[in-house]
């Protein structure tokens, strides 16, 4: 039996202000808590290899304090001899930050199309992986496959791994289907185990056939939620399992293990109200309701009333276990998919 953990987006760095003005219950170390449940997961489970689609971190320039403790936890992990493999998501530009904590044997990035070889469990694993291609997938899929796959030597498992949104793939209320930027089913190929992938944060399998076989493609999603739009999502991590019978390895379970997160809850100001009296009762009624650990996202549509919500205000109704943001006033629903 061989074992695989693979997670991905783990955007670290979100609500990690380096040095923070006010007290305030931040979010930062929800991402860096999950992160390390995952490893610690695969370190007590002695899992074989761990990989990671894309989108380690939450954006491209990221404050140094911020890649030190990611890659100390990291480099931490690789003394355990399990390998680490990560594709480059579009958060990171395709690239991860350079720093010498990840000159380790054991941590493996896709800084090109290429296969990497490891043998575990005395079987050979191909995984064949790019960073993450940020215009045109479609167009360009192809010769990088090719580039990355060439003169291949036969394995007994093989895995895709990247960083892209593929035909089928699903956020709430959008399925992708066609468009530059979405990975047709009919170009993945047909003699892998399964196509893994970062950068859809819902956790979703789905399968397509190809030569008559039906190969899963699997998001893990994010880590943690990173927008409102994932408020009834559970977050978590894959468990692969593959088994051998007669040397032939099969993807046999795919468990997801669901991490912690705190409750996200949107609250809404439906009211017009330029007394500010009228609206703190209001907001305060509100908050009273919900979990005192939740992540609130307030909206408020109406200009009047949004003048009064100013950062003393909400800091001095929001509870301190919670963490309260305020948000933009309307936001186009293609800014949020590409933000994932
Ligand atoms: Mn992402």
Redesign the pocket.
């Known amino acids: 039996m061989l074992r695989i953990i693979f997670f991905?987006?783990t955007?670290l760095g979100v609500d990690y202000p380096i040095k923070p003005k006010v007290e305030l219950r931040r979010r930062g170390d929800d991402f860096f808590d999950n992160y390390k449940k995952v490893l610690d997961y695969a370190i007590e489970s002695k899992a074989d290899l761990v990989l990671h689609g894309?989108?380690f971190f939450f954006r491209s320039k990221v404050p140094s304090p911020i890649v030190d403790k990611a890659y100390d936890i990291l480099y931490d992990f690789a003394d355990y001899d399990i390998p680490f493999i990560i594709v480059p998501?579009?958060?990171e530009r395709s690239a991860l930050p350079t720093s010498i904590l990840m000159n380790h044997r054991n941590i493996h990035i896709f800084d090109e199309p290429q296969t990497m070889f490891f043998e575990k469990q005395k079987a050979i694993i191909g995984i064949t992986g790019f960073p993450n291609i940020r215009n045109g997938i479609k167009l360009q899929y192809e010769k990088i496959f090719e580039q990355a796959t060439e003169g291949n030597p036969g394995v007994d498992i093989k895995l895709l791994l990247m960083?892209q949104a593929i035909q089928e793939s699903q956020i709430e209320g959008y399925t992708f289907r066609y468009g530059i930027d979405v990975l047709p089913l009919e170009m993945l190929p047909a003699d892998y185990h399964a196509v893994l992938s970062?950068?859809i944060?819902r956790a979703q399998i789905f399968q397509y056939e190809k030569e008559g076989k039906q190969i899963p493609v699997i998001y893990p999603g994010?880590t943690e939620r990173?927008s409102i739009v994932e408020m009834a999502e559970e977050k978590g991590f894959y468990e692969l399992i593959f088994e051998e019978t007669d040397n032939n390895w099969k993807l046999t379970e795919t468990n997801f293990h669901i991490l912690p997160t705190r409750p996200m809850v949107r609250i809404d100001i439906t009211k017009l109200t330029e007394d500010e009296k009228v609206l703190r009762n209001l907001l305060g009624a509100e908050l009273s309701k919900i979990d005192p650990n939740a992540v609130v996202r307030l909206r408020c549509e109406f200009s009047e009333t949004r003048k009064l919500l100013k950062a003393d205000l909400l800091r001095e109704l929001t509870p301190k276990t919670m963490t309260l943001t305020l948000a933009p006033i309307y936001r186009k629903r293609y800014q949020i998919e590409k933000?994932?």
């Open positions: 991905a987006d955007h894309g989108d998501g579009n958060h960083h970062g950068h944060h994010s990173t933000n994932n």
